[in-house]
């Protein structure tokens, strides 16, 4: 029995286990759950949703209220792994991960007012243009041909271009990165095994050479681009180090890339099993902004966040103790029924709270306008372009995965509206 089969019969018996002595468990292992697991998340919900994990060694939060207050309380849940205490089994980075995405105030406060820098409003209205125009060839070419892996060839292409673009690396580069980012994505995973990390590790030091090469060229450049940007404040030395922007270059081109590349594919299969909702935005045009937020509210690209807890706390009357992992189940909190209305119905005119796909508080994700006018753009020049689109092929799967909801292939015939 190879290694990722043990663990799935583990896992399941484990999560046996649980479910009798608990009510619920979560396995993220199991088949079933990556393909769908929001009838899980249900289960949590109702029966155990501060759920004492024995299978990943850590809390699970399910609910919406719980979700949101945890992940703004930084006073008391910590994203540094520092704080983890022996049973946060599945947190555990290797000792050379570094990012800003581990830390807490002051250090992520400072480095945060940097990556701002990146998202300023001008910079972003400029960067439409280029949106804009890749949506349309990408479109074009894929109505030219009649079929189209929407993943690959329009939803992974868009991200790519635009990340190029905001960081400043010309798009004939396009091939190292389209194979470094999903490399060292891979790091974020809970399943993650030795031999994916190990690649994880060696992707994350080629892309930081890489941006530590450019920073050190573009230090006195008036450029507009992130890393221009960056290499000033470098050289101005009183906000972030060589080493910090080079990290910050790198996640923002890994997160950039894997969670819009997921909204636009999560967000056409939403649109394609619910064909009286696309026709609405057809017809409806001025709803895309609403239409963009229930594709990451129904079906988030990132289904999963975490933290460590820093003191001792009771919720729900579990209490969690000082270095117990927490992991936060955002796809749960989305379809939790306490905060959204009929939460399991996908209607891209929804009126409610904010969903958790971007986070909360101050970990808020810096790129949550850039994804939407990337997600808005595609599906525009879509629905305007083409007078049917439908899948084409067998039933899309799910890629494994713990942490990113991500189309292995979405395979559709599209056809030119006359």
Known sequence: MNTHRWKLAAAHGVGLWETVSRGATYNPLSPGVVQNPYKVYGVLRRRSP???????GSWVLTRYEDVVATAKDHGRFSNDPGWRGPTASVLRPAPDDYSILLMDPPDHSRLRRVASSAFARARLAALNKVIVRT?????????????VDWIAEVAEPL?????????????????????????RARLLEMIATPGERRTAHRAGAAMRRHFTGLLRCRQGSDGDDATSVFARQVAAGDEISMAEAADMLSVLMVAGNETTTNL?????????????????????????????D???RFDSPVQTDFRIAKARSTLRRQ??????????????????EAAFTNPDVFDIARKGPRHTSFGHGIHYCIGAELARME???IFAEALRCADRIALHGDEPRYRPSTV????AALPLRVVRRH
Do not use: C, F, Y
């Open 404 to 407: 990113i909801r991500r189309l």
């Open 264 to 292: 636009i594919g999560n967000g056409m299969l939403a649109l394609l099993r619910h064909p009286e909702q696309m026709q609405r935005l057809r017809e409806e045009p001025a709803r895309m902004p609403e239409a963009v």
């Open 135 to 147: 949506a349309a060839e990408l479109v074009a070419r894929a109505l030219g041909r009649g079929t």
């Open 319 to 336: 209490v969690i103790e000082p270095g117990d992992g927490v992991i936060l189940l955002t796809g749960s909190a989305n379809r939790d």
């Open 294 to 296: 229930e594709m990451l």
């Open 50 to 56: 501060v759920h004492r994990s024995a299978i990943l």
């Open 159 to 183: 991200s790519m271009r635009v990340m190029l673009k905001l960081i400043g690396i010309p798009d004939h580069e396009r091939g190292r990165w389209a194979k470094w980012v999903p490399q």
């Open 375 to 377: 997600a808005g753009a």
